[in-house]
């Protein structure tokens, strides 16, 4: 809204006939007022009246002068109209707007320029029919017109609640323009006649004049009402955009001022008191710059990259980057490694401390201490440590950095999906780190910690690159010693790191990073060791962490056993820690309440504590032909699995139930047609095949199965089904076969060989070629067990029927 063309002085002044504030009824006296049909016409240029609103307009023309003059002197009543073109001089009939407005002249000011200033009430709107004189100035005839509905709408709370919105939006948009003096909302708050409130409010809208005739032609009210509004929220929105605008280039300019003189009090300050200062800080940088070991290539960078600061503003957001990335440059110890323990005895002693077994990894640990303490240098291997969960492969890291005085960091690689996570992101970028390997670096201190990278199968990608790649330079012996980080952006040495990974299953990790590690492989524990690892570590720690002493309670190894053979199905040792932690946790709750207990923990107390023991995995007695144990491996370890089959009368046809995956069903699929070509050597009535369905089930239907292995065992089971002949008690086996009926071998032999011993098998048979992995196998793990190899089918049916 603007009132450059409202006497404000008159709006407020006491004087009632310049008071613009009617009452309803002095409204509807003079909308209904009669004039004249010719009246004396005054063209205006830049203003619109409105019905009830005074306005001030200036007189130039000589026409308009002598019209005002005459008027003055008679009733003062003339009709004022809007010229299409305000540049007209000398308007005619076309020249003009159809509608215009019957005024009152108020007062009548002479200028010094010679023009007139005349204040003019609007009265009525007329409709300009024809102009019927020219001179001494124009007179035309008009037609009075009424607005519609004017007093009441059909629907009076809609128009009500119209215009006192209309008054509330302007009252607000005098208070958010500046320009706007105050006094305007008193006009505003006293006006009672509704039409008047409508045109007072049109009249003062900034909008341009076309738009403002439009509103004074609208004969309907409240149509005129509802524009009027629109365009005074449109005026609202641009008025709090704009202060919006203002204010908040005020407040930066307000902020960055403050901040400027802020900065340069503490800087004075900080020499004041001896402190850092911004030239200082540079010095002090260069300073340990000095003291640096790092390569010539590196230093010059580091100086151009200083020299970049030193010109940079200290206010700009810049600086702050630039400034964290020296700092990362000083932080890092470049060349700086930390004197390796090379006392194979005092290592091997914390090896054997730490961990019970793992005889493999530990040998190639003094090896690698061996060789560096014969040479001096040499590149550190990557070793991949791979095994079922809770055998100890991540404290293992920990005990290896202990044994050779290193440091020891841990990276949690686990749903890793960012490439930038190891690279780290370019400088440039708002919030850019460096990758988490330069900064384990950091955190280390030294260039040459022992970095344990946990769970590297667990990986991923996503659209934010391929971890696993990014990995491929980091643990390559060959690349690794140039390093590159993007937010270091200088090759930095990592062939001294000795980088440990763990893994629980090998087939999700790259082919060529799995190519650059060495993998040792970390099988699962047998009974005798699980005993041995509770008694002298699990047992103690949990005593420990319940703030208990050893003589508060006590297991022996008997109830240990019992508590491995039936409480917990697992290669590693974590369920029996935790079963352990559960009756030490019932200990400390009869201490707490100074209650009566047996120190001694006996097996009834362990069955009151853990409850019912688990069935344990036992091999089937096999009273009936078609069942066979097979041995099967799981990510947690061996496990054994029962293979039934029966014959039903029909055709031959041959179904599977389950949850058997593809290879697994082919390898039924082979047993049996290998079986139909070679009847004979089994005394196999061949109506039997030819008249019987056959259905073969591995139970446990919810979990699923699959792999070669359990090709000698479908066999045999079938076999056994078509002779009606059982299967030997206490005997299982593994491996794969052919349609020619050879015996191929298969993996993970350690875990089946002690999933066999749990489940109280005294015999197995295996492939030939499964000889070698017996024999890494320690002879304390097999004693009790007679293992068979074979290298044709008929071999397996001789042995097993």
């Not at 003339?78 to 407005?101: C, M, R, W, Y």
Request: charged letters at 25%.
């Amino acid at each position: 809204m603007k009132f450059d063309t409202l006497s404000l002085d008159q709006v407020i002044q006491n004087d009632s006939e310049f008071i613009p504030l009617m009452s309803q009824d002095e409204e509807d006296k003079m909308m209904n007022e009669s004039f004249p049909s010719v009246l004396p016409l005054l063209p205006v240029r830049n203003v619109v009246l409105f019905p009830g609103v005074i306005v001030p307009v200036t007189a130039g023309r000589d026409k308009s002068i002598k019209l005002l003059q005459e008027a003055q002197k008679s009733d003062k009543i003339i009709a004022v109209i809007t010229q299409k073109d305000n540049k007209t001089d000398e308007p005619k009939f076309e020249d003009l707007h159809s509608v215009g407005t019957i005024g009152k002249i108020l007062k009548l000011l002479k200028m010094p320029d010679g023009s007139s200033m005349v204040i003019i009430q609007g009265i009525r709107k007329f409709a300009l029919n024809s102009i019927i004189e020219d001179t001494p100035y124009l007179k035309a005839e008009v037609t009075l017109l009424d607005d519609k509905n004017k007093t009441a709408p059909k629907d009076k709370e809609h128009f009500d609640a119209l215009l006192e919105s209309l008054r509330e939006t302007a009252i607000k948009t005098i208070h958010e323009n500046p320009a706007i003096p105050s006094e305007a909302s008193f006009a505003l708050k006293n006006i009672e006649g509704n039409t008047l409130l409508v045109n007072f409010v049109a009249s003062n809208l900034d909008i341009p004049l076309n738009e403002k005739q439009h509103l004074l032609e609208i004969q309907n009210l409240f149509e005129r009402a509802s524009q009027t509004l629109k365009h005074l929220n449109l005026e609202l929105q641009k008025i709090t955009l704009k202060n919006s605008i203002q204010d908040k280039v005020n407040t930066d300019l307000n902020k960055q001022q403050r901040e400027y003189f802020l900065q340069q009090q503490m800087k004075t300050i900080q020499e004041e008191l001896g402190g850092v200062s911004y030239e200082a800080e540079l010095e002090e940088m260069r300073a340990k710059c000095a003291k640096k070991k790092w390569s010539k290539s590196v230093k010059e960078h580091f100086e151009k990259e200083l020299n970049r600061l030193a010109r940079m503003n200290s206010q700009s957001p810049d600086y702050g980057v630039q400034r964290n990335y020296l700092e990362l440059m000083l932080d890092l110890p470049w060349e700086k490694y930390s004197k390796d323990n090379f006392d194979i005895n005092h290592a091997e002693k914390i090896l054997n401390k730490d961990h019970f077994g793992l005889e493999d990894v530990k040998e190639r640990i003094l090896e690698y201490l061996a060789v560096l303490r014969l040479k001096g240098d040499m590149k550190s291997p990557i070793i991949c440590l791979y095994g079922p969960p809770g055998v100890g492969k991540t404290s293992l890291g920990k005990s290896i950095a202990s044994a050779l005085g290193r440091k020891y960091i841990r990276m949690a690689l686990g749903g890793l999906h960012d490439e930038s996570e190891i690279r780290g992101h370019r400088k440039t970028y708002i919030g850019a780190m460096p990758g988490r390997i330069i900064q384990s670096i950091k955190k280390a201190g030294t260039s040459n910690p022992v970095i344990v990278l946990d769970e590297i199968d667990k990986v991923s990608n996503s659209g934010h690159g391929d971890p696993s790649s990014a990995l491929l330079e980091v643990l390559d012996p060959e690349q690794n010693s140039t390093f590159h980080d993007n937010f270091l952006d200088v090759d930095y040495d990592l062939s001294k790191v000795l980088f440990i990974a763990t893994a629980n299953n090998l087939s999700t990790i790259q082919p060529a990073l799995l190519d650059r590690m060495e993998i040792i492989d970390i099988s699962g524990y047998t009974i005798e060791e699980k005993v041995e690892i509770a008694t002298k570590y699990l047992l103690p720690k949990q005593i420990l962490e319940h703030g208990l002493n050893k003589k508060d309670v006590s297991i022996g190894k008997k109830e240990i056993e019992f508590i491995v053979q039936a409480y917990t199905r697992e290669s590693g040792v974590r369920n029996l820690e935790r079963k352990i932690a559960k009756i030490i946790r019932n200990t400390a709750l009869s201490i707490s309440r100074e209650q009566k207990y047996n120190k001694k923990v006996n097996r009834a107390k362990i069955e009151e504590i853990l409850g019912p023991p688990m069935m344990p995995e036992e091999s089937e007695n096999n009273i009936v032909p078609g069942v066979v144990t097979g041995l099967a491996w799981t990510q947690v370890g061996g496990d054994i699995l029962f293979i039934e089959s029966i014959l039903s009368k029909g055709s031959g046809k041959l179904s599977m139930t389950g949850n058997l995956g593809n290879v697994m069903k082919e390898s039924a699929t082979i047993a049996l047609e290998y079986i139909k070509a070679n009847y004979k050597k089994f005394s196999i009535d061949p109506k039997i095949i030819e008249e019987s369905n056959i259905h073969i089930h591995v139970p446990e239907g919810a979990t699923p199965k699959d792999g070669p292995s359990a090709g000698i065992a479908m066999l045999t089971s079938l076999v056994s089904s078509f002779t009606g002949k059982k299967v030997k008690s206490k005997w299982a086996m593994t491996g794969e076969i052919t349609l020619r009926g050879k015996v191929l071998p298969v993996g993970g032999i350690k875990e089946k060989i002690l999933a066999a011993k749990r489940a109280g098998i005294t015999d197995v048979i295996l492939c030939e070629e499964n000889k070698k992995d017996i024999e890494k196998i320690k002879p304390d793990y097999i004693k009790g067990l007679n293992i068979h190899y074979v290298t044709q089918m008929s071999e397996v049916i001789n042995l097993a029927i």
